[in-house]
């Protein structure tokens, strides 16, 4: 059964820059080997989290790149626009609006520390309950 994990933002660090969390869970998933599709919101979001994915840790380097090129197979973190097609992989960040559609063992979701933003939180956890997934939640 595939799992669905809702990561949301409390802590200070990552109020402030969201994608920073995003940074960090695409670094767990490097160091565990399992390759992953980050789908964000718009190429802004896309950019953002690609520059930020070299920086925000000296010692770290995740292979990485915007979907879209010829070696996305061979990229450990792919950053998926809207409207890029990409093969479905075992891990999903979800960034978006709505709820993940595609094929994957474990979702994971990144919910803003803004009450307005989590909104669209509630009706993922629910779309996700209703296709089967166990679901967990994460204070960060």
């Known amino acids: 059964m595939p799992q669905a994990d809702f990561y949301l933002i409390d802590k200070p660090r990552f109020r402030d820059n969201p994608l920073l969390l995003v940074c960090e869970l695409a670094q767990r998933a490097f160091q565990h080997r399992q390759p992953a599709l980050v789908l964000v919101r718009d190429m ?29 197979a061979d990229t450990a973190v792919l950053i998926v626009p809207p409207g890029v097609d990409t093969p479905d992989r075992p891990l999903l960040i979800n960034l978006r609006e709505e709820p ?41």
Not at 51 to 67: G, K, T
Not at 118 to 127: I, L, N, P, T
């Open 100 to 140: 993940c559609l595609r094929d994957c063992a474990r979702l994971l979701e990144v919910v803003p520390a803004d009450a307005d933003a989590r909104s669209g939180s509630r009706a993922r956890w629910r779309a996700y309950q209703q296709r089967g997934y166990v679901l967990a939640k994460h204070d960060m």
């Open 44 to 72: 802004d979001e896309a950019e953002a989290l690609d520059e930020l994915l070299w920086s925000f840790d000296e010692d770290a380097f995740i292979p990485h790149q915007i979907a879209g090129d010829t070696d996305d």
